[in-house]
């Protein structure tokens, strides 16, 4: 069983910076690939970024624009999601989850095994 903890949000200006990070517990991250995912009020949850089980290759969705970095530290059993250039349209709870024992990158929700309870993030312009 692995627990994801996130944290890091917050009530952020506009073209600001933010690094959320995810904690896992439970066992070591080692073949798994993890996402971090986003959901605004009355929107599906959608993928942000995905990050294969070694951090070798990374997948983001259109709407990161360059601005969103996915990064894992296996050895902190973390991974991580930079935003850079805060937008109001970012506002969500950002969610981080895990595809046990898959090592390529996985962009469905479906494709994931366990949830953090999210972090909120507010942009204001």
């Known amino acids: 069983q692995v627990q994801l903890v996130e944290s890091g949000g917050g009530t952020l200006l506009a073209g600001g910076s933010r690094r959320l990070s995810c904690a896992a517990s439970g066992r070591l991250l080692m073949n798994d690939a993890l996402g971090w995912f986003r959901q605004s009020p009355g929107e599906e949850r959608v993928l942000v970024a995905t990050?294969?089980?070694?951090?070798?290759?990374?997948d983001y969705a259109d709407f990161t624009l360059g601005r969103f970095t996915i990064t894992r530290d296996n050895g902190k059993n973390s991974v991580y999601l930079q935003i850079d250039d805060l937008k109001p349209d970012d506002t969500a709870v950002y969610y981080c989850a895990l595809s046990e024992g898959t090592y390529d990158l996985k962009r469905s929700a479906s494709d994931y095994d366990y949830w953090g309870q999210g972090t909120q993030v507010i942009v204001l312009a």
């Open positions: 990050i294969n089980y070694s951090g070798s290759k990374t």
